[in-house]
């Protein structure tokens, strides 16, 4: 198969967030997470496909947002990330040599970190690309509790 495969994680629930719908399917800038996380693979020259992961009966919900970005394959989700890379992974075709896996939880991530992640693989037959992160926004009040317990 010429070209990776992209799996996008996006069966989490959305429940720590307090959310009434699956976290990738929550909206940034108009639109859903898992299309910022779909599209950004799919703009990756090294990206010929997306499979992504959903929680079960979202499949027609992420086949209506993935359909105008290019090819793609959803599978439901398992109840880990673990059994949800498996799933993803059961669909991908024997030929692939590179299979890349991005969370759709993170919607920002560019086309250029997808690329990058292909070359790794090629290079060196696994990698984690990682960005080191500047600054975070933290609880106070989950911050205070931390350090009360310990």
């Known amino acids: 198969m010429e070209g990776a495969v992209a799996i996008v994680l996006a069966a989490g629930s959305g429940e720590r967030l307090g959310l009434d719908a699956p976290k990738a399917f929550t909206s940034l800038a108009e639109r859903p997470l898992l299309a910022h996380?779909?599209?950004s693979c799919l703009a990756s020259r090294r990206v010929a496909s997306v499979v992504v992961a959903v929680p079960s009966g979202?499949?027609?919900a992420a086949h209506a947002i993935l359909e105008p970005l290019g090819a793609h394959v959803v599978v439901r989700g398992g109840g880990s990330?673990?059994?949800s890379v498996r799933m993803a992974l059961a669909v991908v075709p024997i030929e692939c040599r590179v299979v890349?896996?991005?969370?759709?939880a993170r919607p920002l991530a560019s086309?250029?970190?997808?690329t990058?992640?292909?070359?790794?693989?090629?290079?060196?037959?696994?990698?984690i690309l990682a960005t080191a992160?500047?600054?975070?926004m933290r609880s106070t009040a989950a911050i205070s509790r931390a350090m009360r317990s310990s």
Not at 116 to 127: K, P
Not at 133 to 136: K, L, R, T
């Open 81 to 83: 990330r673990q059994e």
């Open 58 to 60: 979202w499949e027609d």
């Open 100 to 104: 890349v896996c991005h969370d759709a």
């Open 111 to 114: 086309a250029s970190a997808a």
């Open 133 to 136: 992160i500047a600054s975070s």
């Open 37 to 39: 996380a779909a599209a």
């Open 116 to 127: 990058l992640a292909c070359r790794a693989v090629l290079a060196r037959t696994s990698s």
